[in-house]
């Protein structure tokens, strides 16, 4: 199926084919409701269950369990009758819930009654010094490329940060057979300490036995550095060394082939920004979330937000919260309503999800430093803007990430700021010394993604569109 073979016309549209937009897709086509799903991918999954139709992976203990508990809810949508149409990048959604749609070199408008987000989560920046260099890629990078190729890193590779998904993927490439040479945890004491404090929420999840497993089973084979309070990637060319500091002591330094940065995921928020989602700071998990109400929905009227791009929370409370936001939508367009799940058990289960998640912010929660880096080090990628640069751009007079944006254009690239964004707000957040909720986020306006001028300007136009800018 490709774009042009597709109805114009939607009762809902999802945008994501991750555990969130399966989930929603499968309750509202069951209501009857014409559903489409659009993702940019190869095959549906999302980030969490990336390539599990066609993972080369075939030895089942080496992606886990949770993994593949992601083969019940594909099953169930691949059934459902949603249609889905991989490898579709949305580039724009307004108010009028029309979207912007492209594929294999040509862009369409869709429109739907009614519209869910379920764009996921991306991996936080961790801008320490040579963080740009070849050899230097984030463990959710090289999760995807073992999941999606079956291939593990090879040589002196090591592994930098804190975070489940860190310790996941770790236990993952020993259990494909390579080999890690080190951790540099840089989690702290007082964290552990803290996080204590709600530890009443964890005890009753399912995470507690298998974390400690899976952490149990990674330090059994792999050296750890624990208090790992400085970062910096040498290299001439490419990344060559690690030198770091452990708490007091003194710098110490690691050669190396391959370094993975991780320091936790936050939500992927730049298509509902762009159509107007009014958004907040969250101070538990350092980043931007929409305000959404208990079924996803937001300030747009029918436009929700499902799974982790409506905070983080992991892939099983991502479909209970797809769940939600489709019996949200079949009830609005009066769908089959005997084909719904029971939302009261949703709720139950959903809260017992997230119950853990106030354990494991503070547990894994990226230090200052590591977030908000000075001096030379790198922040925009795109356009090689430094930490320095915005610092002094912020001395003469703007005060918020648009204005700087004008003065250096950060947040400018083909990322448009998906690199750079938290970074940019906190350091301007820091030097003004406010909240980061109120220095804001970029301004973004569609494309939100890159696509062609010749495929925008292909669009098929509507008359009045025609009449808009066309002299009678």
Same mark, same amino acid.
């Given at each position: 199926?490709?774009?042009?073979? =597709?109805e114009?016309?939607?009762d809902?549209?999802v945008?994501?084919?991750?555990?969130?937009?399966?989930?929603?897709a499968t309750?509202?086509?069951?209501?009857?409701?014409?559903?489409?799903?659009l993702?940019?991918?190869?095959?549906?999954?999302?980030?969490v269950?990336?390539?599990?139709?066609?993972?080369?992976? @075939?030895?089942?203990?080496?992606?886990?369990?949770d993994?593949?508990?992601?083969?019940?809810?594909?099953?169930?949508f691949?059934?459902?009758?949603?249609?889905?149409?991989?490898?579709a990048?949305?580039?724009?959604l307004?108010?009028?819930l029309e979207?912007g749609?492209?594929?294999?070199?040509?862009?369409?408008?869709l %429109?739907?009654?009614?519209?869910?987000?379920?764009?996921g989560?991306l991996e936080?920046?961790?801008?320490v010094?040579?963080?740009?260099? !070849?050899?230097?890629?984030?463990?959710?990078?090289?999760?995807?490329v =073992?999941?999606? %190729?079956? =291939?593990?890193?090879?040589?002196r590779?090591?592994?930098?940060?804190?975070?489940p998904?860190?310790?996941l &993927?770790?236990?993952?490439?020993?259990?494909?057979?390579?080999?890690?040479?080190?951790?540099?945890d840089?989690s702290?004491?007082e964290q552990?300490?803290?996080?204590?404090?709600?530890?009443?929420? &964890?005890?009753?999840?399912?995470?507690?036995?298998?974390?400690?497993?899976?952490?149990?089973a990674?330090?059994?084979?792999?050296?750890?550095?624990?208090?790992?309070? *400085?970062i $910096?990637?040498?290299?001439?060319g490419?990344?060559q060394?690690?030198?770091?500091r452990?708490?007091?002591?003194?710098?110490?330094?690691m050669?190396?082939?391959?370094?993975? @940065?991780?320091?936790g995921?936050?939500?992927? #928020?730049?298509?509902?920004?762009?159509a107007?989602?009014?958004?907040?700071?969250?101070?538990?998990?350092?980043c931007?979330? !929409?305000?959404?109400?208990s079924l996803?929905?937001?300030?747009?009227?029918?436009?929700a937000?499902?799974?982790? +791009?409506?905070?983080?929370?992991?892939? $099983?409370?991502?479909?209970?919260?797809?769940e939600l936001?489709? #019996?949200?939508a079949?009830?609005? @367009?009066r769908?089959r309503?005997? %084909?719904?799940p029971? $939302?009261?058990?949703?709720?139950?289960r959903?809260?017992?999800?997230e119950?853990a998640?106030?354990f494991?912010?503070?547990?894994?929660?990226?230090?200052?430093? &590591?977030?908000?880096?000075?001096?030379s080090?790198i922040?925009?990628?795109?356009?090689?803007?430094?930490?320095? *640069?915005? #610092?002094?751009?912020?001395?003469?007079?703007p005060e918020g990430?648009?204005?700087?944006?004008? &003065?250096?254009r950060?947040?400018?690239?083909?990322?448009?700021?998906?690199l750079c964004?938290?970074?940019?707000t906190e350091?301007?957040?820091?030097?003004?010394?406010?909240?980061? +909720?109120?220095?804001g986020?970029?301004?973004?306006? !569609?494309?939100?993604k890159?696509?062609?001028?010749a495929?925008i300007?292909?669009?098929?136009?509507?008359?009045?569109?025609?009449?808009a800018? #066309?002299?009678?």
């Amino acid at each position: 199926m490709t774009l042009a073979d =597709l109805e114009r016309d939607w009762d809902v549209i999802v945008v994501g084919a991750g555990p969130a937009g399966m989930a929603a897709a499968t309750v509202t086509a069951r209501a009857g409701l014409r559903t489409l799903v659009l993702d940019e991918n190869a095959g549906v999954g999302g980030q969490v269950w990336r390539a599990i139709k066609s993972t080369p992976v @075939l030895s089942r203990p080496v992606l886990g369990p949770d993994y593949w508990a992601g083969e019940e809810v594909v099953r169930a949508f691949e059934a459902s009758g949603a249609r889905h149409l991989c490898g579709a990048t949305v580039w724009s959604l307004d108010r009028a819930l029309e979207l912007g749609v492209s594929q294999a070199g040509r862009s369409r408008l869709l %429109s739907a009654k009614r519209v869910i987000l379920a764009t996921g989560a991306l991996e936080r920046p961790f801008p320490v010094p040579g963080w740009t260099l !070849p050899g230097v890629m984030t463990v959710g990078g090289a999760q995807t490329v =073992l999941k999606a %190729s079956g =291939l593990v890193p090879s040589g002196r590779v090591v592994l930098v940060g804190l975070g489940p998904l860190l310790w996941l &993927f770790a236990h993952q490439v020993l259990a494909a057979g390579g080999r890690i040479q080190a951790i540099l945890d840089t989690s702290q004491p007082e964290q552990r300490r803290e996080a204590a404090r709600h530890a009443l929420g &964890f005890l009753r999840s399912s995470y507690l036995a298998k974390g400690l497993k899976l952490m149990a089973a990674v330090r059994r084979r792999v050296r750890v550095v624990t208090g790992v309070s *400085d970062i $910096e990637v040498e290299g001439a060319g490419r990344a060559q060394a690690v030198v770091y500091r452990r708490g007091r002591e003194g710098r110490e330094r690691m050669l190396v082939d391959t370094v993975l @940065l991780h320091q936790g995921v936050v939500p992927n #928020v730049n298509l509902a920004m762009a159509a107007g989602v009014v958004h907040r700071w969250s101070e538990s998990q350092l980043c931007f979330v !929409p305000d959404t109400g208990s079924l996803g929905q937001t300030n747009v009227e029918g436009i929700a937000v499902a799974g982790d +791009g409506a905070g983080i929370a992991g892939a $099983e409370a991502a479909v209970a919260r797809g769940e939600l936001a489709g #019996v949200a939508a079949a009830r609005a @367009l009066r769908g089959r309503e005997d %084909s719904l799940p029971d $939302e009261a058990a949703l709720r139950r289960r959903l809260a017992r999800y997230e119950a853990a998640r106030p354990f494991l912010d503070v547990l894994f929660r990226p230090a200052d430093r &590591f977030r908000v880096p000075d001096g030379s080090t790198i922040v925009c990628r795109c356009e090689e803007v430094t930490a320095r *640069d915005i #610092v002094e751009a912020v001395q003469i007079g703007p005060e918020g990430p648009n204005q700087v944006k004008s &003065f250096l254009r950060c947040g400018m690239g083909p990322c448009q700021g998906r690199l750079c964004g938290l970074t940019v707000t906190e350091l301007i957040a820091r030097t003004r010394g406010v909240n980061p +909720g109120d220095v804001g986020y970029f301004r973004l306006r !569609p494309p939100v993604k890159p696509v062609p001028l010749a495929e925008i300007a292909g669009l098929e136009a509507s008359e009045a569109a025609v009449k808009a800018v #066309v002299r009678s």
